[in-house]
């Protein structure tokens, strides 16, 4: 099985590939998928700044149309001091592929880490359940 630190390499690798004119601000991420798979992201900006993508949902959005179902790991690389969260857009995403033993590991370059369980990050989260019985 992977390593957190291979995977942690991994999504700073991918981070070299963020497309971050606008902002500056580069994000990698590597995603273990619970098939053992493993699936890079980064950031891809765009001009019109509504468009813009973060480097953890082009991870999910890798995984998931290539046929992964669930999200064991998910690392999140920026070059911030206090290790940047991520988004709520993409704490929802990860939500929705998650099992309650997903984890969510935020790094920097400084190699500070900090690893959180969905639910710490996203309490009370809207999901699947609520559509029961609507029709
Ligand atoms: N960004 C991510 O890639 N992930 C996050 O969770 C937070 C923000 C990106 C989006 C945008 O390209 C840049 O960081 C600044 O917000």
């Not at 699936?39 to 149309?65: D, H, P, Q, W």
């Amino acid at each position: 099985m992977i390593s957190v630190d291979e995977l942690i390499d991994l999504a700073k690798s991918a981070r070299h590939w963020a497309h971050a004119p606008y902002s500056n601000f580069s994000v990698g991420a590597a995603l273990l998928s619970s098939d053992g798979r493993v699936f890079t992201g980064c950031n891809v900006e765009n001009s019109t700044y509504g468009l813009s993508m973060c480097a953890e949902r082009v991870a999910i959005f890798k995984a998931i149309s290539e046929g992964a179902t669930e999200i064991a790991k998910v690392v999140v690389v920026t070059d911030h001091e206090n290790i940047a969260p991520p988004c709520g857009c993409c704490r929802q995403m990860i939500w929705e592929f998650a099992s309650d033993k997903t984890e969510v590991v935020l790094a920097n370059l400084s190699g500070d880490v900090r690893t959180y369980r969905i639910i710490e990050l996203l309490p009370e989260a809207f999901d699947e359940r609520y559509l029961e019985g609507v029709s």
